[in-house]
């Protein structure tokens, strides 16, 4: 069984050259490219590639994926007043189902803008496991750690996480991975870090965590311990291993030194870190220091979406405006940033481009579409033009999860309605948009419509297990 | 004859109040907007409001339409070597009959991403004010004057202007205006520019110009001239009467005085001012200043895209990182910018809000996507996280323009397939992104398919009248 697309514009490689090829899939495998007709064996799938492009399937490689149940519901406000007064309090309430279908929501958002692979912090990573297997999307996951000190409770943050990865690591033939993921040097101490580290090493898998996002952070450490959060993690031993660092939008020279012989891949985040004002991460001077600088969106309660196709153009027309030079991240770069340097980040070499004996992870675009005519150069349109809408077909593994702009693993209409059902929940403040009066209930008709289908058992979460 | 909207999550006048109301058009016109149900008369097209948002029509305060047909020729290159290489060469080869197929794709485009107003500069206004006309679009348009001095060839540029002013201004009932159009201080000297002020005071029409977009125009202007372009244009009288200059990166507090005391309508060009690398205008300082500052995408060569939905939240964001406050250009002052502020810019203050007595031109879109759930504010679900393909309708003149996605005065496909036809024109440089190599002919089914059905005659324009 496979699948075999017939003429089809591809950007192969990591280089992503495009070339017009034919490809053949085996099974989860890309088994053959090539520029002469391929046969489609007995009992394949052909697909013919006219108008279309085959792009890698686009790797996010920071997010918190059930936080796109608080999209919109808090914008254009200062950091600390959104924490404290609107995603805090939201997130402590938080059930195990709600998260569920949070993270159903979020991922069939990320299918159809042609996500196959992403890196997740949160918790109730059961309820999130679920939800991934189900999608058959490919993804690495992490329980968020906040422990300041390595107390009763700090250990239980460990022994969550060491359950997390003896449970869910390396399940669902490989597509879920788990990383460690003490979520920063200001919410963890040093000896919870030290575990943390250990514990990765033991299993041999990533650390996932947040450095240097906010000038907040980079001062008050440099306060408490008379350095920067980069040089700091560095002098706890957590650099030497395979790292995952979402931002790093405030590091020094030095800093991108240690980044880079260390290894670790940043993640920027630029629309996230322009919507909360944190800065704009110094991405070019990262990139030309050699350091691994792969996209994501962060979570969409700051982003307010979850679509790489919008954030790598962000990343690239950010960079050229802050920088005044229209030649930093140029259209490949930027698609490369979001798919095979993202997914080597993540571990998945194996991802992230178009290439025999990769992984068939695989997404198609219509190129004919009126905004994205006429056409020059397909990844120039796809960076620069294109919107999410130009996806039509998403496969992971071999398998479609979209076929012709139909999802086929997650029903729609059901996400749809569980997520109005539990916003109701949180629709409990006004919104400053509103001048403090309630917001009109443009959906009120489904909303108002149910009676409350709810019966699931409320487990209400520890309010500091809260991860931003 | 009229249509009704019932029950819909409105964003009324220009402050933008979200309510569920109903409205009844007549003609042309918003005849009532009511929170009690309205009757439909007889013969009236009712249309449910729910799940809906309407908006006012967006406005694109600055483009150049027919350069869609160079989108994504020539990307990530220095801007000298992006114009004389790539742009120039091409735009003096357009014929009229090109310029009419791209302004009926820019317009396509637009329509299809919520603009029912827009402002241009170009040459061709015959070919430009037919697509125009038949779309049932709304604009301001005006031929781009290149014309250093006040000699042969700069009378004929003003002669053209006047022609453009007596055939064109105020016709098809009042959808086309005409403005005046001196491209820039650097392009057309002071004889030229007195007498395009004057030919604007005679027909009572606007100035439409360039002004300070670059570093170099403003560096320029001081070394020839000891002013900055802004103090310039005051010092010829050219800022007395109405005004929109394009751009205004590059513009000291003294620059924002005159433009704030002359009531000089700015168009901010967010996107196209970063992939050029042209810098980062001082959006929140014009504004608080209280200077009128409207939003554009400029031409699609250099966006590529005609998308306000994507311009006015990369303002929002852009100004939020660069300053590094995220309470700057809040949703609905983005939204606001990107309506009522760019109606009123350009003369048509009857347009770009939803008020009793306004022109009807309304957008709906889908609040009930899955990229715009749950729903906590229907402004900041578009201003931070619908695409273009939310838009679901669009009206000018209480005439659909599209209805349920299908547009209704323009034939997509013929759109697409003059295009693709005229691109081949124009394939003759390969792209950078190739390495020298050819394009791959993604489209060669249909371009390869036909032989050529372009019999009408090419006029080559002179190559001195290209505008940017």
Redesign the interface.
């Known amino acids: 069984m496979g699948i075999v697309l017939k003429g089809i514009?591809a950007a192969l490689g990591e280089a992503l050259v495009?070339?017009?090829v034919d490809i053949r899939i085996e099974g989860n495998t890309i088994e053959t490219v090539s520029e002469s007709p391929l046969e489609a064996k007995e009992g394949y799938e052909t697909i013919q590639g006219?108008?279309?492009?085959a792009i890698p399937g686009l790797v996010n490689a920071h997010t918190h994926l059930p936080m796109v149940?608080f999209?919109?519901?808090a914008?254009?406000?200062?950091?600390s007043q959104?924490l404290s007064e609107y995603i805090w309090p939201r997130e402590a309430r938080l059930t195990e189902d709600e998260i569920y279908w949070g993270a159903l929501?979020g991922l069939?958002?990320m299918i159809?803008s042609g996500t196959t692979l992403f890196s997740d912090m949160y918790f109730h990573l059961d309820a999130i496991g679920r939800a991934v297997a189900e999608s058959g999307m490919r993804a690495l996951l992490s329980y968020g750690i906040i422990a300041p000190r390595l107390d009763e409770k700090g250990k239980q943050e460990l022994e969550r996480t060491e359950w997390t990865i003896t449970h869910l690591h390396d399940t669902v033939d490989g597509r879920i991975r788990i990383a460690v993921a003490p979520h920063s040097v200001y919410t963890c101490g040093k000896d919870v870090w030290e575990m943390a580290v250990k514990l990765a090493r033991k299993y041999e898998v990533p650390i996932h965590t947040h450095i240097a996002e906010t000038?907040d952070e980079v001062a008050d450490c440099y306060v408490r311990d008379g350095v920067s959060p980069v040089e700091l993690l560095e002098r706890w031993g957590a650099l030497s291993g395979p790292v995952i660092a979402a931002h790093c939008v405030h590091v020094s020279p030095a800093d991108i030194e240690i980044l880079k012989a260390r290894g670790v891949s940043v993640v920027h985040c630029?629309?996230s870190?322009?919507?909360?004002?944190?800065?704009?991460a110094p991405v070019a001077r990262m990139s030309e220091a050699g350091v691994n600088v792969a996209l994501g969106t962060d979570g969409?309660a700051s982003?307010?979406?979850l679509?790489m196709i919008a954030e790598l153009r962000?990343a690239s027309?950010?960079a050229?405006?802050?920088?005044?030079?229209?030649?930093?991240i140029?259209?490949?770069d930027a698609l490369r940033m979001a798919s095979a340097v993202g997914a080597t980040a993540l571990g998945s070499g194996d991802t992230g481009k178009i290439e025999e004996g990769c992984r068939a992870d695989i997404v198609l675009l219509d190129?004919?579409m009126?905004?994205?005519?006429?056409?020059?150069?397909?990844?120039?349109?796809l960076v620069?033009?294109a919107?999410?809408?130009a996806v039509s077909d998403v496969m992971v593994d071999g398998r479609f999860l979209m076929r012709e702009r139909t999802l086929t693993t997650i029903d729609?209409d059901r996400?749809?309605y569980e997520?109005?059902r539990?916003?109701n929940r949180?629709?409990n403040q006004t919104?400053p948009?509103?001048g403090g009066r309630e917001?009109?209930?443009?959906?009120a008709?489904?909303e108002g419509g149910t009676d409350g289908t709810y019966h699931g058992e409320e487990k209400r979460v520890d309010p500091d297990l809260r991860v931003e």
């Open positions: 514009t495009l070339k017009r006219e108008g279309k492009l149940l999209r919109g519901a914008d254009d406000l200062p950091l959104w929501l069939a958002e159809r000038r630029p629309k870190n322009a919507k909360l004002g944190s800065g704009t969409a982003n307010n979406s679509n962000f027309l950010a050229k405006a802050v920088n005044e030079n229209p030649m930093l140029p259209a490949k190129i004919e009126l905004e994205t005519l006429p056409m020059y150069d397909p990844i120039s349109a620069y033009s919107g999410r809408e729609e996400v749809k997520v109005k539990i916003a949180y629709r919104h948009h509103l917001i009109p209930r443009a959906d008709g489904v």
